[in-house]
């Protein structure tokens, strides 16, 4: 494990300290299995990871250099390297990380890790083919991280994201008295299972406006975006198969509204440098 020795922000201690408690509660990890099945030729179209993947593999990523930011406990870093990709995956925290070097030997997957932060990488310019972006860009400062992708990834390299996601308006709504004070603290435990969500001080779901500055680094005419989540995780779960499915062909339905009313968004192009 490779560390790079940069300033970090007041931000990034935060998300180091509260993710070096999340490693401790979290020790159970280690010995999960990797769920291999989202490799396959199946399709899920109605759910976000299983499209993000089928749009990994229509993109032939083995043998190819691939870098993913905020790998966590390394569930994507090690399907990629089963995919056959070289994987270069970087954390903040170096205790998350132990798990994900652990997590990859006991799946035989190779993959190169790092402790740095997205807004100060230590890859050479134009080192990677492609970028994987699996619900990370809501802890960073999306500006200076996208930059560092421009830097590091070669001409024609691509960009795949799944992202929480909000529009601004609908943010407004979700901030009102009603829904923050009353609504939401009931719900909790049914949309995340837990009393505890997965939720850092200082994270929040991208916008449209951020969502904006992530596409100005693609091409334009190689930039799709794919909504997802309409009334699911804010009435019912995710776990309510056929609920999903219905829930995913309204919001599809709705055509560019339905970047309005979705509650994650998987983006996929290719970087605009020349």
Request: proline fraction near 3%; hydrophobic fraction near 40%; charge should be positive.
């Amino acid at each position: 494990m490779s560390v790079r020795n940069v300033e970090s922000t007041d931000r990034q201690k935060r998300e180091i300290a509260y993710h070096r408690e999340h490693a401790e509660r979290h020790s159970e990890v280690r010995a999960r299995p990797i769920s291999a099945a989202i490799l396959s030729n199946q399709r899920r179209w109605w759910n976000a990871f299983w499209e993000t993947y089928r749009i990994l593999r229509r993109r032939d990523i083995a043998g190819k250099k691939i870098m993913v930011p905020g790998c966590g406990f390394g569930e994507d870093a090690i399907k990629l390297a089963l995919l056959g990709a070289d994987v270069y995956a970087f954390d903040l925290s170096a205790d998350i990380l132990a798990i994900a070097i652990e997590r990859a030997d006991r799946n035989g997957a190779s993959i190169n890790v790092a402790v740095m932060p997205a807004e100060a990488l230590a890859y050479d310019d134009n080192f990677f083919d492609g970028v994987l972006f699996m619900d990370i860009l809501h802890h960073v400062d999306i500006p200076r991280a996208m930059k560092e992708v421009e830097r590091v990834l070669k001409p024609g390299g691509f960009i795949i994201g799944n992202e929480l996601y909000t529009h601004s308006r609908l943010q407004r709504v979700r901030n009102s008295g009603f829904v923050a004070n009353f609504l939401y603290p009931r719900m909790v435990r049914s949309i995340y299972g837990t009393e505890r969500p997965y939720i850092t001080v200082d994270e929040h779901k991208i916008d449209e406006n951020e969502l904006s500055i992530i596409c100005d680094h693609m091409r334009k005419d190689k930039c799709s975006l794919l909504p997802f989540l309409f009334l699911c995780n804010r009435l019912f779960t995710e776990r309510h198969k056929i609920l999903v499915q219905l829930d995913h062909i309204l919001l599809r339905g709705l055509g560019p509204l339905g970047r309005l009313f979705c509650g994650r968004i998987v983006f996929e192009g290719t970087i605009a440098k020349a």
